[in-house]
T-cell receptor, first 112, second 111 residues
């Protein structure tokens, strides 16, 4: 595809439920990033993949958050036992050979 | 982590040149300076990136002084559609947590 795509665009869930958010990076991009953005704030780094492995997961807020990228392309961000404070826009970005990250449109997660 | 400081908001009128300055006093030797633009309900969009001196593309110019402790994004002849939040970031080749977004500058372009 031409850009980074994320699905779903919107996700509404109930407190305590499990959710998965998907990111399809730009074809050929080896680096993939997840960010979380709350209203009125800049994106907050969560995790960075280089290929299949998590090169830096220091931004994950707690062990309820987990991300995978098993084949070095598509990535899934998984959130267990969701809490109302997890409500935010989750952004994915990918990077190829340059130093530029290209962002997707985000998934808006609402935890009721 | 290289922290950036930029004005929270700016107002301008259509057709004017807008300059947004960002301070990054503790920038590291291998850090690049990157600016992103974000519209509501969209992901950030890359505008321009530079390491030193001046960089220009079809959208903007980026001015970086010799000490690299600040940078200025210049948007020529802004239009209403340039109303957005602009983020200045510094980061090296192994981004990760080093790629830190601040609150950005909310630019409002008025008719």
């Amino acid at each position: 595809g031409a850009g980074v795509s994320q699905t779903p665009s919107n996700k509404v869930t109930e407190k305590g439920k499990y959710v998965e958010l998907r990111c399809d990076p730009i074809s050929g991009h080896t680096a993939l990033y997840w960010y979380r953005q709350s209203l009125g704030q800049g994106p907050e780094f969560l995790i960075y993949f280089q290929g299949t492995g998590a090169a830096d997961d220091s931004g994950l807020p707690n062990d309820r958050f987990f991300a995978v990228r098993p084949e070095g392309s598509v990535s899934t961000l998984k959130i267990q036992r969701t809490e109302r404070g997890d409500s935010a826009v989750y952004l994915c970005a990918s990077r190829g050979g340059s130093d530029t990250q290209y962002f997707g449109p985000g998934t808006r997660l609402t935890v009721l | 982590l290289a922290k950036t400081t930029q004005p929270i908001s700016m107002d301008s009128y259509e057709g004017q040149e807008v300059n947004i300055t960002c301070s990054h006093n503790n920038i590291a030797t291998n850090d690049y300076i990157t600016w992103y633009q974000q519209f509501p309900s969209q992901g950030p969009r890359f505008i321009i990136q530079g390491y030193k001196t001046k960089v220009t593309n079809e959208v903007a110019s980026l001015f970086i002084p010799a000490d690299r402790k600040s940078s200025t994004l210049s948007l020529p002849r802004v239009s209403l559609s340039d109303t957005a939040v602009y983020y200045c970031l510094v980061g090296g080749p192994n981004y990760g947590q080093n790629f830190v977004f601040g609150p950005g500058t909310r630019l409002s372009v008025l008719p």
